[in-house]
């Protein structure tokens, strides 16, 4: 990653600013303007929850001490860098860089430093079953390569769509006409992480979002969560779980 390219992504998040929305107070019922999240837990505080506690297709989000999470974390303004799920038997499946693999809870904890567990409240077992048979399918298939590439320069200019006071609609329009140019059109039969998770959920019959796929970050995943301001619309918001690991240090700062 070169220097000019950290540089335009700081300038660029400094002029933007997170996503914001216009909703009714629960209580008052008076408008307020939301503020997209930027951290890991939803509003009722976060919660340290066993592997025990995972349903498949559970999606967890996670961030390592590396380099290459820190990069991504960085051009994306993210907590999280990493996106997989769960398919029962203490196993995850994932894209990673050798391609598309399963893995299980234990070895996904021992090597992310942080965590966190979404949950999609309308996943069945029928949804269930067909998530894990596309996850047995593309096993070993190869990684995108190109899509990741890809999506560093749109990671920087779509932050012009989410300028503070700017109606969902518009944002939403905005961010999928620059990903129109900066990723093109077509589909695309290798994944990265957070595209995989999005197909998982669309070859179940159970699509998080109309979005393309390829657009979609971890933190945008993170971001679709209850009570948080999503970068592109959803169908249904996902429940906060809980964290599954992290550091204590940066859990007292966030929880």
């Known amino acids: 990653?070169?220097?000019?390219?950290?540089?335009?992504?700081?300038?660029?998040?400094?002029?933007?600013?997170?996503?914001?929305?216009?909703?009714?107070?629960?209580?008052?019922?008076?408008?307020?303007?939301?503020?997209?999240?930027?951290?890991?837990?939803?509003?009722?505080g976060g919660v340290l929850v066993d592997a025990a506690s995972l349903q498949p297709g559970d999606i967890l989000l996670s961030s390592a001490?590396?380099?290459?999470?820190?990069?991504?974390?960085?051009?994306?303004?993210?907590?999280?860098?990493?996106?997989?799920i769960y398919i029962g038997g203490q196993k995850v499946a994932e894209a990673v860089g050798e391609g598309i693999r399963q893995r299980t809870v234990e070895e996904l904890l021992a090597e992310e430093s942080t965590v966190v567990a979404f949950r999609?409240?309308?996943?069945?077992?029928?949804?269930?079953?067909?998530?894990?048979?596309?996850?047995?399918?593309?096993?070993?298939?190869?990684?995108?390569?190109?899509g990741v590439m890809l999506q560093a320069p749109f990671s920087i200019e779509r932050r012009l769509c989410e300028l503070p006071l700017l109606p969902s609609p518009l944002r939403d329009f905005c961010v999928q006409g620059v990903a129109a140019v900066q990723l093109g059109l077509g589909s695309n039969d290798?994944?990265?992480?957070?595209?995989?998770?999005?197909?998982?959920?669309?070859?179940?019959?159970?699509?998080?979002?109309?979005?393309?796929?390829?657009?979609?970050?971890?933190?945008?995943?993170?971001?679709?969560?209850?009570?948080?301001?999503?970068?592109?619309?959803t169908h249904q918001a996902l429940h906060y779980l809980g964290h599954l690991k992290f550091q204590p240090a940066v859990a007292a700062a966030r929880l």
């Open 190 to 233: 290798r994944f990265f992480c957070s595209q995989f998770v999005l197909e998982a959920y669309r070859r179940a019959g159970l699509p998080l979002t109309d979005a393309d796929p390829r657009m979609i970050s971890p933190g945008d995943l993170m971001h679709m969560r209850e009570g948080d301001v999503p970068s592109v619309r």
């Open 120 to 146: 999609h409240p309308g996943v069945s077992p029928e949804h269930a079953s067909r998530m894990q048979a596309f996850a047995r399918e593309q096993t070993g298939s190869r990684y995108n390569v190109m």
């Open 1 to 44: 990653m070169s220097l000019r390219l950290i540089v335009c992504a700081a300038l660029l998040a400094a002029l933007a600013g997170c996503a914001t929305d216009v909703r009714d107070h629960p209580a008052t019922g008076r408008a307020q303007i939301v503020l997209q999240n930027p951290a890991l837990n939803p509003r009722n």
């Open 65 to 84: 001490d590396g380099i290459t999470s820190a990069g991504i974390r960085l051009l994306t303004l993210s907590p999280v860098s990493h996106a997989s």
